[in-house]
């Protein structure tokens, strides 16, 4: 048992959801390998520059904490989650008083579909969001088969989920009548730059003015959820996971 918090609720971010009326909870675990185990199983060019390397995330100390969060997350799973579900029904009374709502993101630096998935169906009153590069998940969720409470955006990856991958999931929901869904790409483009409006056909929408994935629209059946790099992701020749503009 551990008496680490399992979420934080603070970062450069998430704090522009509060404007919006929500206060959001992410768990933050040691990415990919850091560990010692993979958390990240579908990690592909993003693990050269995991978000890991910006932010507070950079600092020995964070790091170090993450490491004994994502430790205890694996030698005691079912403590780590009642947990969590401890913080979740505190989070949302907390939220209520501040007249605002909680929204739960399981996976900050993290892809572990199943434990949001049993979070989000023992709270389903309670917004859960992730990004994910498990294409088995992903599909299910474009064919409705998760709980509603919980949204995923698909992450773009050249060699884990390449732009064929992609365009494989928008035809399968375009043929079924599955979700829309967004797909988040890193581009190059500077911090006080536009984002391209179009990448690969797809309309680019700007996923830097807040986290809050659910209540992205577009009249697309697939659109981009651009972010500006940060961190070792705005050094391309590090990986080929950042897309040039």
Partial sequence: MS???VFTYENAKTVKGEDLGYITAIRYLAPANESGTNVCPNAGECAKVCLYTAGRGAFAQVKDARIRKTLWRLQDRAGHLAAAAGEIRAAVKRAAKAGKTLAVRVNGTSDLSADAL?????FPQVQFYDYTKN?????????????TNYHLTLSYDPSTVPLATV???ALHAALTGGRAFG???????????????VWEGMPVLDGDTHDLRFLDTSTAQVWIVGLR???AARKPELSTFTVRV
């Avoid at 049993?118 to 023992?122: D, K, M, N, V, W």
Wanted: aromatic content about 4%; proline content about 5%; charged content about 20%.
């Fill in 183 to 197: 797909v988040a790409v890193c581009f190059t483009t500077k911090r006080s730059a536009d984002l391209p409006t």
């Fill in 229 to 231: 790099a940060k961190g």
């Fill in 3 to 5: 008496e680490q918090s």
């Fill in 118 to 122: 049993t979070l989000a169906r023992e």
């Fill in 135 to 147: 294409v088995g998940v992903m599909r299910q969720y474009i064919d409705g088969a998760l709980p």
């Fill in 167 to 169: 365009q494989g999931l």
